[in-house]
T-cell receptor, first 113, second 117 residues
Framework: GAGVSQTPSNKVTEKGKYVELRCDPI?????LYWYRQSLGQGPEFLIY????????DSGLPNDRFFAVRPEGSVSTLKIQRTERGDSAVYLC???????????FGAGTRLSVL | AQKITQTQPGMFVQEKEAVTLDCTYD???????LFWYKQPSSGEMIFLIY??????QNATEGRYSLNFQKARKSANLVISASQLGDSAMYFC??????????????FGTGTRLQVFP
């Protein structure tokens, strides 16, 4: 079984552009999480999906950020009108129902110029 | 309020020696979970060890053990017989009570461990 896969591994964009970051969780994992890690910091929670629905989106910083998981597997994090402050590594994790353990992907490094 | 505190920005240890990475936490919930993750330069967060707040025994996983002192709200990671491949960032994290309907993890700022020959 493959681990959590995130694409692209690196994304460079210009201020004001729209970006999509993709996460492919471990097969069979119903829970999926997005975190953002700024330089020198620990990851910060963005949003948590249980199945197709967002069970907790309290970490999304503003309405430019949106995430979907339409079929309960792959998730896409969407950022509109990117700002330089959005530059960070975006990490995705998944976990099996009833498990405490979240398994992380290698992240997408987003650079907004 | 900061919920996870890692006061050691960097630590050095000689190969084959043991090292302790400190973590203190703050919560008013009686039910919580504590985690340690390793982040090598590749960026992926690798799960190391988990301790539940009601677990009677300290958690162990191979060379990793968690020194859980509930009254002091500390959950230090002990790595025995350090190896060069242990050089990485180490993050302590907490998940609060299930009643909040969220499984989000709250992370500390990390400790960079460097193992030298």
């Amino acid at each position: 079984g493959a681990g959590v896969s995130q694409t692209p591994s690196n994304k460079v964009t210009e201020k004001g552009k729209y970006v999509e970051l993709r996460c492919d969780p471990i097969s069979g994992h119903t829970a999926l999480y997005w975190y953002r890690q700024s330089l020198g910091q620990g990851p910060e929670f963005l949003i948590y999906f249980q199945g197709t629905g967002a069970a907790d989106d309290s970490g999304l910083p503003n309405d430019r950020f949106f995430a979907v998981r339409p079929e309960g597997s792959v998730s896409t994090l969407k950022i509109q009108r990117t700002e330089r402050g959005d530059s960070a590594v975006y990490l995705c994790a998944s976990s099996h129902v009833g498990s405490n353990i979240q398994y992380f992907g290698a992240g997408t490094r987003l650079s907004v110029l | 309020a900061q919920k996870i505190t890692q006061t050691q920005p960097g630590m050095f240890v000689q190969e084959k020696e043991a090292v302790t990475l400190d973590c203190t936490y703050d919560t008013s919930d009686p039910s919580y979970g504590l985690f340690w993750y390793k982040q090598p330069s590749s960026g992926e967060m690798i799960f190391l060890i988990y301790q539940g707040s009601y677990d009677q025994q300290n958690a162990t996983e191979g060379r990793y053990s968690l020194n859980f002192q509930k009254a002091r709200k500390s959950a230090n990671l002990v790595i025995s017989a350090s190896q060069l491949g242990d050089s990485a960032m180490y993050f302590c994290a907490m998940r609060e009570a299930l009643a909040y309907n969220t499984d989000k993890l709250i992370f500390g700022t990390g400790t960079r461990l460097q193992v030298f020959p």
